[in-house]
């Protein structure tokens, strides 16, 4: 069974940087596709970025774009989110997300994995 934890959230200030890791375990990750996505209170889930595990293709919301970077370290099976420029409206807790293949990867009901999430606060 596939496992995400993610760690790395917390408090920093408009214009701060933070680093999130998804560490996955449970399964063999070739043909996956893992991202970010984040829900603020009173808000939907909505896609951040995601990465193809095997070629690190990157894709990216236009909201972020620019300012957050995802990568993954396949001999660590771990996927990060460097966010940085961080704007009051990126506060939400993140979660990292893992499907099979890529279609429709900015869509969350076709992720069959999901890590607890991580709460990322960003003060003004």
């Known amino acids: 069974q596939v496992q995400l934890v993610e760690s790395g959230g917390g408090l920093v200030q408009a214009g701060g940087s933070l680093r999130l890791s998804c560490a996955a375990s449970?399964?063999?990750?070739?043909?996956?596709?893992m991202s970010w996505f984040r829900q603020a209170p009173g808000k939907e889930r909505e896609f951040v970025a995601a990465?193809?595990?095997?070629?690190?293709?990157?894709y990216y919301a236009d909201s972020v774009k620019g300012r957050f970077t995802i990568s993954r370290d396949k001999a660590k099976n771990t996927v990060y989110l460097q966010m940085n420029s961080l704007k009051p409206e990126d506060t939400a807790v993140y979660y990292c997300?893992?499907?099979?293949?890529?279609?429709?990867?900015?869509?969350?009901?076709?992720?069959?994995?999901w890590g607890q999430g991580t709460q990322v606060t960003v003060s003004s």
């Open positions: 997300g893992a499907m099979i293949g890529f279609s429709y990867y900015y869509v969350g009901r076709v992720y069959a994995y």
């Open positions: 449970g399964g063999t990750f070739s043909s996956y596709t």
């Open positions: 990465i193809t595990w095997s070629g690190g293709s990157t």
